[in-house]
């Protein structure tokens, strides 16, 4: 571990800064683990957005009781408003953290230095971890895979230690016995069969590959793995969706939709044998649990930046001359990287999860 100038044991409050909901936390928890076995006796609080979206959990639904971190303060995205920027700066100064962890996602120079400018103001003595230079970017791999957030976040806080992205350890949710327990409860209609998840819902239209799609796949799946149940996991919102989607599934199905928590949910997804959906929360838990995963991935955004993480992994993508366009509802294309992805891709990619069970092998489909 890099000289911090200062006695680790002896640092008392960290805050640590993350914008988003699932996805975004569970990608940053490698990160997070570093932190607290670089300041094991601080009170660590994080400063998060509250969602808003129903479908998109806010970090303390993520990471619960684990003691990862001890408490959160609200960060109001986009706000201008001087009231609640003061009630801001108030929270954060009257918590008095000496070490500010940035693993925000980068949104530009002059916005990180501001943000680093109403830290100090906020009385913190350190910042670790801005987005500058290289670490504000993903960094391209090869011709076709650019560099994970997690890997991103990892290179960040590099100062504080290394972090093994293939430890499992390091994407510890430390799920409490009372949450495996409800998990384990509402896995209780399968009778013991093993488990096929799926999550097909999505809070973005341009993630959307379709519910006729998924229809199809379950349909096509069950002929092969009838010895199975399939289990569907999402938000309350995503219920409707899932129920059409269990019954192309002649087989014994349970709809845990809005029935569990995001953590139950987790717990759910450790015992999965395969996990297919599109990129979507559901899709980061069931790659944290080390579960195969066959997604139908939007283009929107660069290959690789937000794939599942880990290895076994088949991955859909297609490139096409729109692809990177970060819209969350594309109209004008018609989401053509999605729509181009046939049921039966979607069900040899499948079959080929299935097949290499964890090995180390990442398909991604051009």
């Known amino acids: 571990?890099?000289?911090?100038?200062?006695?680790?044991?002896?640092?008392?409050?960290?805050?640590?800064?993350?914008?988003?909901?699932?996805?975004?936390?569970?990608?940053?928890?490698?990160?997070?683990?570093?932190?607290?076995?670089?300041?094991?006796?601080?009170?660590?609080?994080?400063?998060?957005?509250?969602?808003?979206?129903?479908?998109?959990?806010?970090?303390?639904?993520?990471?619960?009781?684990?003691?990862?971190?001890?408490?959160?303060?609200?960060?109001?995205?986009?706000?201008?408003?001087?009231?609640?920027?003061?009630?801001?700066?108030?929270?954060?100064?009257?918590?008095?953290?000496?070490?500010?962890?940035?693993?925000?996602?980068?949104?530009?120079?002059?916005?990180?230095?501001?943000?680093?400018?109403?830290f100090r103001v906020c009385g913190v003595k350190r910042v670790i971890g801005l987005p500058l230079g290289d670490c504000a970017i993903n960094l391209q791999l090869s011709q076709n895979l650019w560099e994970s957030e997690a890997a991103r976040l990892a290179r960040n806080v590099s100062e504080l230690g290394s972090i093994n992205l293939n430890d499992r350890s390091s994407w510890d949710l430390r799920l409490t016995m009372l949450e495996e327990a409800r998990a384990k409860d509402a896995l209780a209609a399968t009778n013991g069969q093993p488990v096929i998840a799926c999550g097909p819902g999505t809070k973005m239209q341009a993630k959307d590959w379709g519910v006729g799609n998924w229809c199809a796949l379950m349909t096509k799946l069950y002929e092969r793995f009838s010895g199975y149940s399939l289990v569907l996991v999402g938000a309350k919102e995503d219920r409707e969706m899932s129920d059409r989607v269990a019954a192309a599934w002649r087989g014994k199905s349970v709809n845990l939709c809005g029935e569990i928590s995001p953590r139950e949910t987790a717990a759910v997804l450790r015992g999965a044998k395969l996990f297919l959906g599109p990129d979507s929360g559901p899709m980061h838990f069931a790659a944290n649990a080390g579960v195969p995963c066959v997604i139908a991935f939007a283009a929107r955004t660069k290959p690789g930046i937000w794939f599942p993480q880990g290895n076994g992994h088949c991955v859909l993508y297609r490139q096409v001359d729109c692809s990177g366009c970060n819209l969350e509802t594309c109209i004008e294309q018609r989401k053509k990287c999605l729509t181009s992805i046939t049921v039966e891709e979607m069900f040899a990619a499948a079959l080929d999860a299935w097949s290499h069970g964890h090995e180390a092998h990442t398909s991604t489909f051009a």
């Open 1 to 118: 571990m890099k000289p911090l100038g200062l006695n680790p044991y002896n640092v008392n409050r960290v805050l640590i800064y993350r914008l988003g909901s699932l996805g975004d936390t569970v990608v940053a928890l490698p990160a997070i683990h570093l932190v607290v076995r670089a300041f094991p006796n601080a009170r660590r609080l994080m400063l998060t957005n509250f969602p808003v979206h129903a479908k998109a959990p806010a970090a303390s639904a993520i990471l619960g009781e684990s003691g990862l971190v001890h408490g959160y303060i609200n960060y109001p995205v986009g706000t201008r408003n001087v009231l609640e920027l003061t009630r801001l700066w108030w929270s954060i100064r009257r918590f008095h953290p000496e070490i500010l962890v940035y693993l925000a996602k980068p949104r530009g120079v002059k916005t990180v230095l501001r943000d680093e400018r109403f």
